[in-house]
């Protein structure tokens, strides 16, 4: 029967759940192949077996070659950054969930993957570190929708009122720790932009 090969890969796990009493299943975004689902074994009573990978834990996959149909699992993941911070800022974690289960939506595509799995990292970790998720979540929104290739500037920021094509530009262009706009201007762009990908790019929207 046909083999399929082998994946070892950069990863952020964007979701876990239950697969049955004795596995998870994780969704993964990785740099060069794109989404992975695969099973991992739920440590028995006496296992001494590593840690799971958290919810957008960033590290190395390692997935054995498998029969053509069969289920992927996985034992090895490598943690470089396990951004266990989210999980004590609430509109951080919110805006990591959100711009992921985007990214799941709407990047069904290979060429795509490693920018958007950069921009991933680099947002995650701003969410981290830095102050204004709301901006955050924006920005990462711009890029990702630039990057894929639709004319946000052109159509999108162009059909503006001038009020918000000047705070837009503002949030866009700041670093997060210098922007001063207001978190609802930066939560009405996004909603924005978010309505002109769903209407003008068939985006999907949870």
């Known amino acids: 029967m046909h083999a399929e090969s082998a994946i070892h890969d950069e990863a952020i796990v964007v979701h876990r759940g239950d697969a049955g009493e004795s596995h998870w299943r994780y969704t993964v975004l990785t740099a060069g192949h794109g989404w992975v689902s695969a099973l991992r074994r739920k440590p028995g009573k006496r296992a001494q077996r590593a840690a799971p990978p958290d919810l957008f834990e960033y590290g190395e996959i390692s997935v054995p070659a498998r029969r053509s149909g069969a289920p992927l699992v996985f034992d090895e993941f490598r943690s470089i950054r396990g951004h266990r911070e989210l999980a004590k800022q609430p509109a951080a974690l919110a805006a990591a969930a959100r711009l992921a ?15 958007a799995f950069r921009l991933l990292v680099e947002t995650l970790g701003a969410l981290c570190a830095r102050p204004r998720p709301d901006a955050a979540l924006f920005k990462a929104l711009y890029r990702l929708a630039r990057d894929e290739g639709y004319p946000v500037r052109e159509e999108w920021a162009a059909a503006l009122s001038p009020e918000d094509r000047a705070d837009a530009l503002r949030l866009l262009r700041q670093p997060l720790d210098a922007i001063q706009s207001p978190a609802e201007a930066a939560g009405r762009l996004t909603d924005s932009l978010l309505l002109y990908l769903a209407g003008n790019c068939h985006w999907r929207l949870p």
């Open 101 to 115: 289960n985007l990214m799941r939506l709407n990047l069904d595509h290979s060429e795509s993957t490693e920018s």
